[in-house]
């Protein structure tokens, strides 16, 4: 019974969570976005200024959706080191998918 509660709190603990941000209001978009990484943070998330250059990831193209999310593993990480590294996965998609030299 200890183990299926701890297991429970796990998968309640360890949930994702999004912010999307859209310039034009469209659908949510669930392709492959255009540049995607992982950025740390401390302290359960609060500790922690990550930014994204979207002129270098989009050159002149116009970026369609941004967005930070918790996934299961960030949030997995989170749970392990008790909140002091929290990571979270920034992705950004740009009007066209084909974005050559994307470097950040």
């Known amino acids: ?3 299926f509660i701890a297991g429970l709190l796990f998968l309640v603990l360890a949930g994702c969570s999004a912010v999307t ?3 034009q209001k469209i659908a949510k978009l669930n392709s ?3 540049y995607q990484d992982s950025r740390p943070f401390f302290m359960w998330g609060l500790v922690g200024e990550q930014r994204v250059d979207v002129k ?3 050159g002149e ?4 959706q941004m967005q930070s999310q918790q996934t299961f593993t960030d949030g ?3 749970l392990v080191t ?5 990571p979270h996965t920034i992705s950004v998609w740009c009007n066209e998918q084909q974005v050559k030299g ?3």
């Open 1 to 3: 019974m200890r183990i």
């Open 21 to 23: 941000i859209q310039p």
């Open 32 to 34: 492959k976005p255009t």
């Open 56 to 58: 270098k990831v989009c």
């Open 61 to 64: 193209q116009a970026v369609v």
């Open 76 to 78: 997995a990480l989170g």
């Open 82 to 86: 008790l909140g002091i590294y929290a």
């Open 102 to 104: 994307a470097e950040i």
